[in-house]
């Protein structure tokens, strides 16, 4: 079983910078791909960024392409996400995602997942 806990969640200005961090516990997720996804009120839970197993792939949604960028350490068993340029839009709950088995490519739908982190709360100001 796999525990996943999200950090790093917080108010920031319109334009400012946030790092989230979801560190694994129970076993490895080296070798799971893993994805980034975010719900805000009244809304469909959307992935935002997704990265394969080994880290050399990734993908971005339109709306944070060119703004976040997903990181992984699987020597930390921790997944990141660096949110530059962020807008009120951006506002919602943080969550992170891994598989439970290995497999290649990216994974951008919540059926794709298996484990879940509860989640970090994300609130930019205008």
């Known amino acids: 079983q796999v525990q996943l806990e999200e950090s790093g969640g917080g108010l920031v200005q319109a334009g400012g910078s946030l790092r989230v961090s979801c560190a694994a516990s129970?076993?490895?997720?080296?070798?799971?791909?893993m994805g980034w996804f975010r719900q805000a009120p009244g809304k469909e839970r959307e992935c935002v960024a997704a990265?394969?197993?080994?880290?050399?792939?990734?993908y971005y949604a339109d709306s944070v392409k060119g703004r976040f960028s997903i990181s992984r350490d699987n020597a930390k068993n921790t997944l990141y996400l660096q949110m530059n340029s962020l807008k009120p839009e951006d506002t919602a709950v943080y969550y992170c995602?891994?598989?439970?088995?290995?497999?290649?490519?990216?994974?951008?739908?919540?059926?794709?997942?298996?484990?879940w982190g509860q989640g970090t709360q994300v609130t930019v100001s205008s």
């Open positions: 129970g076993r490895t997720v080296s070798r799971y791909a």
């Open positions: 990265i394969s197993w080994g880290g050399a792939s990734t």
């Open positions: 995602a891994a598989q439970g088995a290995t497999n290649w490519g990216l994974y951008v739908r919540k059926s794709d997942y298996d484990y």
